[in-house]
C-alpha cells in the first residue's frame, strides 16, 4: 500500500520534470542542428518553407465560397426580393428538422414499440408543434431576419477590412446578443400572453400573478430540446398549465442562423494562425547565422535550463517533505 501511494504521488513530479527538460533538449537539438548547417542548407530551408502552402489559400477559398453562396441565397442588400422567399424557407426547413430530432427521439428512446403513429405522440409534443407554427414562426422569422441581416453586413466588412477585424467582430457580437435580446422578449411575451389567457378565460376572478423577465432563465430553460419547459398555474381551480410554446426549437433557430458567422471567424482564426506559424517559421530560419539572435537564443535557452532545473529542485523538495 505504502508503496503504490509513493509511486502515485512521485510519478506527477518526474513526469513534469522529464517534460520540461525533453522539450528543452529538442529545442536545442533542432536549434544546434539548423544553426550550425551552412548557408546553401538554410536557403533551401527558406525556399521549401516559402513553397508550403498551409491549406491557406483552401480556407480563404472556402470563406469566400461560403460567403459567396450565403449572398446567393439572400442575397446582399436590405432589401433584397429573393429574402422574401428564402428567410422564411429556411426558417420552415430549419425548424422542421429540429422537431424532427425530437419526434425521432421519442420514438426511438422513449418508445419500446417504436410506433410511428402520429396519434401516438404525446399531447405536449402535438401542442407545441400546433403553437409553434401558428405563433411561434413569426418569432423565429423575426430572429432569423435580423441575424441573416447582420450577417450579411459582417460579410461585407470581413471581405474588406478582413474576418478578423474588430469591425468584422463587433458586428458578429452585436448579431449574438441582439439575436438573444429579440429571444427573450419573444419569450417574455409569449408567457405573458399565455398568463393573460388563462386568468381572463378560464379563472378570471382570480389575481393574475406576475410574469417576471429571466432573460438568463430563458436560456437555461431552453437548452433542452427533449424536455421543453412549461408553466404551471395554481388556481382556485387547481393547478393548470396551458404553456406549450417549444422555447428550444426557436433557440436552436436562432442558433442554426449564427452558424455561418461562427464558421467563417473559425475559417478565418485557423487561416490567421497558419500564416502567423508560417511567418514564424520563416523568420527564424532566416535569422540562423547571425551572430547577435544565436547569443538571444542562448541567453534565453540558458534560463530555461535554470527554470526547469529550479521546478525539478522544488518538485523533489516538495515531494521530501510530505
Known amino acids: 500500500m505504502d508503496t503504490t501511494k509513493k509511486y ?22 533542432l536549434y544546434m542542428g539548423v544553426a550550425m548547417a551552412n548557408k546553401e542548407t538554410r536557403l533551401a530551408t527558406i525556399r521549401a518553407l516559402q513553397n508550403k502552402k498551409f491549406g491557406i489559400k483552401e480556407i480563404d477559398f472556402f470563406i469566400a465560397t461560403w460567403a459567396t453562396f450565403f449572398k446567393r441565397v439572400f442575397g446582399e442588400s436590405l432589401l433584397a426580393k429573393r429574402q422574401i422567399l428564402s428567410i422564411p424557407l429556411y426558417t420552415l426547413v430549419v425548424s422542421a ?31 407545441a408543434v400546433s403553437v409553434f407554427y401558428i405563433k411561434g414562426i413569426w418569432a423565429a422569422l423575426l430572429i432569423d431576419f435580423f441575424s441573416i441581416q447582420m450577417t450579411k453586413k459582417a460579410i461585407r466588412i470581413g471581405s474588406v477590412r478582413g474576418f ?28 405573458v400572453e399565455d398568463m393573460a389567457y388563462v386568468y381572463s378565460h378560464i379563472v378570471p376572478r382570480d389575481p393574475p400573478p406576475l410574469i417576471p423577465y429571466t432573460p438568463l432563465r430563458y436560456l437555461s430553460s431552453s437548452l433542452n430540446l427533449f424536455y421543453p419547459e412549461t408553466t404551471v398555474y395554481t388556481t382556485s381551480v387547481g393547478w393548470l398549465t396551458t404553456y406549450f410554446m417549444p422555447q428550444p426549437v426557436i433557440l436552436y433557430c436562432a442558433i442554426a442562423t449564427q452558424t455561418t458567422l461562427v464558421i467563417t471567424l473559425f ?56
Open 8 to 29: 502515485m504521488n512521485e510519478s506527477p513530479l518526474s513526469a513534469l520534470f522529464t517534460y520540461a527538460l525533453g522539450i528543452l533538449t529538442t529545442l536545442g537539438t
Open 97 to 127: 428538422v429540429f422537431f424532427l430530432i425530437w419526434i425521432a427521439e421519442l420514438f426511438i428512446l422513449r418508445n419500446p414499440a417504436h410506433s410511428l403513429r402520429i396519434a401516438d405522440l404525446p399531447l405536449n409534443v402535438k401542442e
Open 164 to 191: 478578423l477585424s474588430w469591425r468584422f467582430l463587433g458586428c458578429f457580437c452585436f448579431s449574438v446578443i441582439g439575436s438573444y435580446i429579440l429571444f427573450t422578449f419573444a419569450v417574455f411575451i409569449f408567457r
Open 267 to 322: 475559417a478565418a482564426t485557423v487561416s490567421a494562425t497558419l500564416q502567423t506559424f508560417k511567418r514564424s517559421l520563416l523568420w527564424t530560419v532566416r535569422s540562423f547565422g547571425n551572430p547577435d539572435v544565436h547569443a538571444n537564443y542562448l541567453v534565453i535557452l540558458f534560463f530555461c535550463v535554470l527554470a526547469s532545473i529550479a521546478i525539478g529542485a522544488f518538485s523533489i523538495y516538495g515531494y521530501l517533505v510530505k
